[in-house]
């Protein structure tokens, strides 16, 4: 590959796995509020998700900072960090730039859980889902590596248990944990 700017290989794998590293959290707090696993792996579970959560973000950080660097597209700090101030296809752009802001959010959400409330929490932890979709459209539309038919096979990939956990936490109804029995006075 001579030629080609080390900073667009770094741009190109960073993007591709951190949108990996951020599916795989969106999955793991899926399978946690649908109650797939078991109360006592739902701990490790957490962990596992923000530890996901967090490794995605430094790595959009480094898709960031690559892209800085990339001779050729010439992103600048507004371009990278500002939906539609790029000039290279602002549309698609944005929407990586509004997903990574929403992930953002979302993972410096674990810190703020105990101001915002577990309700408040919950409702803002619906955004994964918007930050999701705007991430594999941005994959979609500039990612180079998924032209072809390594897009549909991706897109296939990470949203088909996205959907599917969807739907089964909408259509299976959740179940209380039984409560012990309350010994009636006597």
Known sequence: MTGVPLAWIVARASGLVAFGLLTLAVWAGLAMSTRLLAPKRQKPFLALHRTLAWTGLSMVGLHVGALLLDPVLHFNVLSVLVPGAAAWRPGAVALGIVAGWTSLALAASFKARRWLGQKGWRRLHFASFAA??????????????????????????????????????????RVQPARSAVAAPA
């Not at 590596?145 to 969807?166: C, E, I, Q, S």
């Open 132 to 173: 999701f979709w705007l991430a594999l459209g941005h994959a979609l539309l500039v990612g180079s590596d998924l032209r072809g038919f390594g897009g549909p096979v991706t897109a296939v990939l990470a949203a088909g248990p996205v959907l599917w956990l969807t739907f089964y936490r909408l259509l299976v109804p």
